[in-house]
Structure formats: C-alpha cells, structure tokens
C-alpha cells in the first residue's frame, strides 16, 4: 500500500473535519479494505478484513457493509467477504486494464495462433509488472504469472523492456537495490542488468532465457503510447530448450508494432 | 446507481457521525465517483465528475485527490481522470468476473481454435448480463458485446440461459414489464419467452437467432457453481445463415460442462 503523507490528517479525531475521522480518512479507510484482498486471500472473514485494513470491527463492520450494499463486496453463504461483480464492472473501464487489452486482443491471439505458446501483456506499476492478459497454450510451458497479478521487473522479458524504458530515478532505484534471484539463472549483476537494458533499447527486444523459471524463455517488445512513450510490452513465453530467439523476435515486435498503433488511433 | 436506503442518513450533517455528513455518508461519496464513469464516458474532467457524482467541487476535488493518490483513479496530462490500474488489480480479484475467466479461459481458447467463431462468457447481475470474457474471431460475425458490458437478459443467447435459471422473482420481473426488441426477430412476447425459458431448462442450452442482430446466432449453455446452482453461461455466436443450433449444442454444452467441473474444484 502506498503511503497517505499527503492527506490532511487532522491532530484530534473529535474536531475532524467530513471524511477524516480518528486520525485516518474515511476514504483511506474504505480503500483499506478493498486493499486487504490478495490472490492469497481472496476472501475473508470480518475480523480478517479489520485486522488486515488495520481498523476497528465495528468501524470495518460498518463500511464493508456500505460496500457490500454498493457491490464492491460480495459476501459468501458462509458470511465471508470477496470482490464484487460491480467493483469489477467499474474497474474493466481502466485504460492500462481492459483498454489496452481490447487493443491489443486481435494481436496477441494471432501470436497464440501461430506459435501455441504463452502470451503476455504487460505494464509497470511503480517498480513491478503488472500483467494485463495472458494466452496460455494447454500444453505450454509453466509461466508463474497471472492476469492482475505482479512481477518483479528485472527478470521477465516484460519486465526488461519496461525497465529499459523506465524514467532513470525508477532504473536507479531497482538497480541499486538487491537483486532477488528467481532461478540460477537470474542476472542480480547491476552491471550485467546496466548491459541487458542497453541492448534491449539498441535490439527494440528483451530475452528473458530461464531467469525467471530455467526452463522458459521470454522474448519481449515494446508498446508505444500516442506520446511514443513506451505503456506497456508484450511478449511471448517458450520452452528454453526449443527457444531460437532471434526467429521470435521479429514475430513479437511486429504484433508490439500492431497493437501500438491500434492503441494510437483511439484514445489510451 | 442503487439506492443506499439501508445507510444511516443523519438528520443533520452537523450532527453526523464518523463518515456520514451532510446526509450522504463518504463511502457513498467515493463510490459515486468510481460509478460516475461509464464505457461512453471513461475519462471525465473534474467538474464533469462532481456533476455526475452529485456533489460539489471541493468535495469532488478532495475524494478524488485521496483516490489518485491509492490509484483508484489516473489522471491524463490534461488533467481529466480515469479509472486507475490499481482498483484493475484489486477487482481482478473478484471470483465472478477474473476467477471465473481463469477457470473457462482453457475452455473458451478451444472452443475459438475449432469454430474461429466468437465466444462469450458471461454472469446474471440484478436484471442484466454482465460479460465476463469475449474472444472475438477477426473474420466473425461483429456482435454488440464488450469485457464488463452489460446487455438485457430476454435477448441474448447467455442471458436466456440466466434468466431460465434465474430466481422466480426476477424471472417474474422480466416477464411483466415490456421487453425491448433490438431486432425485428427479438421476442417481447412474454408467453412466447416463457415457453423458450421453459425449452432452455428442458433441452439444458438457449437458441438467440437474431434476437439482438438480424445476422447472428448464439447458442448457450449453463455452468453450474459448486452448489449445483447455475452461475454463469458460455455462448457461441456464428453468422445465422451459417448457423445449425443443433450441431452447435453438443460443443457448447461440453464446454459449459468442462468449466463446471473446473469451477467446482476450487473456490469459486
């Protein structure tokens, strides 16, 4: 979660001012609690829900069902809590969500057509990837992601182009930081990253060979926003040892290509 | 927008308590934001915004403001707002719309690489169909539907599977109020509507031939929840002249029932 240094916190709850009550902001606290959901806990109890959200029962009690009646919760049979149709239904006008991926549909199911292999579309969120679609073939190679789940940025394909094409201060900050390594085959060198993200700039492509899982390989192109600023990177995920790189990479930057100017031509 | 009769609305906003002032409670404030966008309207400025929301510019200003700074929101360079990538991940968690994507995506993918025809997944909320999923072939048939659109329930191939298997209420709720017709071929007829709800049940799929577009044909079955209970439908929509419902049939209802028993194996 991010931090609220900006909100007007005021000094005493009792001369809160509308919506800042006891220190935190009513809107603080209802996005707590849709925040405490995960895809490791998708559902919870209420007092699961006040803990994680770091509120009151009564306090969580009280907006969780606010949300409920709006359809931002949904509540089970068995009285837990879960992310509502509704919540969703609002959320699917997201431009970097569903927008792009209405753009980019027709492309990545042509790459699925013509390969069978996985399909990714991606953005960066801060200093992660968050992806935005996958296309995974049945007999495919095992990919850990998942659709609005996140990744770190230096060991996917996506991650690679999207870091390649991140302001410096967020370059800097990753580069500077631990690398944590997913598979032996991880780069955590900052000096070999520093190379990796060059070439990935000077080829137009990112590799990924077995630095997340060693036995898959990622090739990975540029999506370019109507600013020519780099929005979000597709690519495609193969078996390593079948991997021929450079025959990949011609096929994911056309489709990059595709979707970049279908993006383009209506409003992002 | 749904009525918040159930909210305790405070006499007078002087008066209110923790997150209830001036007669409409915050949380019912931040969430008329988030429902004031709209698939005709995903970006609006900040006076648009408090018009549709119903409140004024300094409190759409300020809830706004919170909601940017978790992520709820965007704003473009021009300083209109969008719906933001993070409310995309944290509904991504909804078990109805990406949860029930994931388990029929391996489903819906076959069914697309046998007819190259469009597929359609979709749920029941209130009186309408939600589209959860849609996989369009480049060369079929165009159909009116879009991911987290809504459609009426009499028309369509999938809502006549959800409006068969609906509560009597809200079946009986359809059948007495004048049912719209997108096409000459759309049944208003509510004994006519009862008899293909009546079929639907019986034959355990729903025919819409041109009952939203003249040329197309959908063909739909149920998928079942983990308490045996209909919870979502999948659809093949072909060009009609092309179309035979029942050799459609078999491989619609193999596919619903191959995303049932996904479904049922894990927490829906």
Redesign the interface.
């Given at each position: 979660m991010?931090h609220?240094d900006?909100?007007r916190v005021p000094v005493s709850g009792a001369q809160?001012g509308?919506?800042a009550?006891?220190g935190r902001?009513?809107?603080?606290?209802?996005?707590a609690l849709?925040?405490a959901?995960?895809?490791e806990s998708?559902?919870l109890t209420l007092s699961e829900l006040a803990r994680i959200a770091g509120l009151t029962l009564p306090?969580a009690h009280?907006?969780a069902?606010?949300?409920v009646?709006?359809?931002?919760l949904?509540r089970n049979p068995d009285g837990r809590f879960?992310?509502?149709?509704?919540?969703?239904?609002?959320?699917?006008?997201?431009?970097?969500?569903?927008?792009l991926?209405?753009a980019a549909?027709?492309f990545l199911?042509d790459l699925?057509?013509v390969t069978h292999e996985n399909v990714q579309l991606a953005?960066r969120?801060g200093l992660e990837v968050?992806y935005v679609e996958r296309?995974?073939g049945?007999n495919a190679v095992p990919v850990l992601t998942?659709?609005?789940g996140?990744f770190a940025l230096h060991a996917t394909g996506v991650g690679l182009v999207l870091l390649a094409h991140a302001p410096a201060e967020i370059q800097e900050e990753i580069l500077t930081t631990p690398l944590h390594g997913y598979s032996p085959k991880t780069v955590t060198s900052p000096v070999r990253l520093r190379q990796m993200l060059a070439a990935t700039r000077r080829d137009g492509y990112a590799v990924s060979d077995g630095q997340v899982t060693v036995d898959a390989l990622s090739v990975a192109a540029p999506i370019l926003g109507p600013r020519g600023d780099v929005v979000a990177a597709v690519s495609l995920v193969v078996r390593a040892d079948s991997a021929q790189p450079s025959a990949l990479a011609p096929l994911v930057k056309t489709s990059a290509r595709g979707i970049s100017r279908t993006l383009n031509n209506r409003?992002l």
């Open positions: 991010r609220d900006d909100l809160a509308p919506g009550v006891g902001s009513v809107t603080s606290k209802v996005l849709l925040a959901f995960s895809s998708p559902e306090t009280r907006r069902m606010e949300l009646q709006w359809g931002a949904e879960h992310i509502g149709l509704r919540l969703w239904e609002v959320a699917s006008l997201a431009p970097r969500g569903l927008g991926r209405e549909m027709p199911e699925y057509e953005v969120e968050v296309i995974a049945r998942r659709v609005g996140r409003p």
